[in-house]
């Protein structure tokens, strides 16, 4: 079965930064677009950004542009998020998903998120 | 940006349906998706291009979409449904995947 497992979630300070990991495995990771989507608090799910099989390309939501920066180690099997000027509204846990290997944009697994808290 | 509409809330007894809508600027032009959440655990895919479902999620969830509206059906809800639903398409305009606001289920 396919396995997400995020790591570096925690407490930083606003305007301090934060790099979360997803380390993937049984499946063939070099294969997938790959995403990241946040959940603040008690609110729904928000897709912050994803990346393509070789990293040639990249998305992001509107408020993390310019700084937030998603990247991949195809060798390692992993996934990025430079997260930068981190605001509290920031605050929320992050999952890594697997797009899926289909010409409609879903997201077939997720990992069990981590938790990243911005506050003073 | 693609603006997705859900209900916050709709509640259901055990045995009956419960139809949890999406709304949407021709909606029925778009694949739509849906997601069950239960709390504290990650989103899980339960159908996917309007109707269909992923292995091993139950012949009771069911998807149509048409028009401005999509909905999932859950036919027979159990109390194991009980969960907040996503609805999520792809903006082509902006190559963004949107989620909707989510919809509580309480199984009554």
């Known amino acids: 079965e396919v396995q997400l497992v995020e790591s570096g979630g925690g407490l930083v300070q606003p305007g301090g930064s934060l790099r979360l990991s997803c380390a993937a495995s049984?499946?063939?990771?070099?294969?997938?677009?790959m995403s990241w989507v946040r959940q603040a608090p008690g609110k729904g799910l928000e897709w912050v950004a994803n990346i393509k099989q070789d990293g040639s390309e990249k998305y992001y939501v509107d408020s993390v542009k310019g700084r937030f920066t998603v990247s991949r180690d195809n060798a390692k099997n992993s996934l990025y998020l430079q997260m930068n000027s981190l605001r509290a509204e920031d605050t929320a846990v992050y999952y890594c998903a697997r797009d899926a290997d289909s010409g409609s944009y879903f997201f077939d697994y997720w990992g069990q998120g981590t938790l990243v808290t911005v506050s003073s | 940006s693609y603006v997705l509409t859900q209900p916050p809330s709709v509640s259901e007894a055990p045995g009956q349906t419960a139809r949890i809508t999406c709304g949407g600027n021709?909606?029925?032009?778009?694949?739509v998706h849906w997601y069950q959440q239960k709390p504290g655990q990650a989103p899980v895919l339960v159908v996917y291009?309007?109707?269909d479902r992923p292995s091993g999620i139950p012949e009771r969830f069911s998807g149509s979409n048409s028009g401005n509206t999509a909905t999932l059906t859950i036919s027979r809800v159990e109390a194991g449904d009980e969960a907040d639903y996503y609805c999520?398409?792809?903006?082509?305009?902006?190559?963004?995947?949107?989620f909707g606001g989510g919809t509580k289920l309480t199984v009554l």
């Open positions: 049984k499946f063939t990771f070099t294969t997938y677009w």
């Open positions: 021709n909606i029925g032009s778009k694949s």
């Open positions: 999520q398409v792809w903006d082509s305009s902006s190559d963004h995947r949107v």
């Open positions: 291009d309007d109707s």
